[in-house]
């Protein structure tokens, strides 16, 4: 059965503290990993499409990368507005949801 | 930019009601899907499609049924509200890939149903 993990469930940063979360994954047949960001209340916004171990993806303070096991979002001297629940469903027989990390940034 | 969009944000009905959501897209995709979103549950799949008149169980589709008959609208369908349907909806649409790796999805802003 497909699985995701994310962690930590919970992070709380200071504004420009640097961080990465972790998403672990088993997935017989990966055809994708996505991140996605979602705000309370909001449907989920996609964020980057990794395909392959060793690909990488930046957008503005994030970045993205793949192993054959598990992703990471490093955030890069995040800001309040970077706060949301990052989600990272991966896509084999179709997508597979964790339960997301929800992260505070205070200012 | 893609679009999808959801006929209502909340909504409250009774128990034993039938219950329709509506999600329409406009960027032409093929697939549409509806999911549920619980706390500590994550996102659940309850059905999907990949063309009109066409439609695949998710993982929960126990309790609900769907329908497509053009291919920007994808309608939910509660035939007897119970107080466990009580959650968040999110539709989702993306383009059809054949046999290659798959294409994201893009989300409507989801429905809060409350069933009292």
């Known amino acids: 059965e497909d699985q995701v993990t994310q962690s930590p469930e919970a992070l709380r940063l200071q504004e420009g503290e640097s961080s990465s979360l972790n998403c672990s994954y088993t997935v017989s047949g990966l055809r994708g990993l996505f991140w996605y960001r979602q705000d309370p209340g909001k449907g989920p916004e996609f964020l980057f499409t990794?395909?392959?171990a060793g690909e990488e993806k930046e957008k503005e303070r994030l970045k993205a990368t793949l192993t054959k096991k598990e992703s990471f979002l490093h955030i890069t001297a995040p800001k309040p507005e970077d706060s949301a629940t990052y989600l990272c469903?991966?896509?084999?027989?179709?997508?597979?949801f964790g339960e997301g990390t929800q992260l505070t940034v205070n200012p | 930019d893609v679009k999808v969009t959801q006929s209502s944000r909340y909504l409250v009905k009774r128990t034993g009601e039938k219950v329709f959501l509506e999600c329409v897209q406009d960027?032409?995709?093929?697939?549409m899907f509806w999911y549920r979103q619980d706390p500590g549950l994550g996102l659940r799949l309850i059905y999907f499609s990949y063309d009109v008149k066409m439609k695949e169980k998710g993982d929960i589709p126990e309790g609900y049924s769907v329908s497509r008959e053009k291919k920007e609208r994808f309608s939910l369908i509660l035939e007897s509200a119970s107080t466990n349907q009580t959650s968040m909806y999110l539709c989702a649409s993306s383009f059809l890939l054949a046999g290659g790796p798959e294409d994201e999805q893009f989300f409507g802003p989801g429905t809060r149903l409350t069933v009292l």
């Open positions: 469903p991966t896509s084999g027989s179709r997508l597979t």
């Open positions: 990794l395909y392959s």
């Open positions: 960027m032409d995709h093929e697939n």
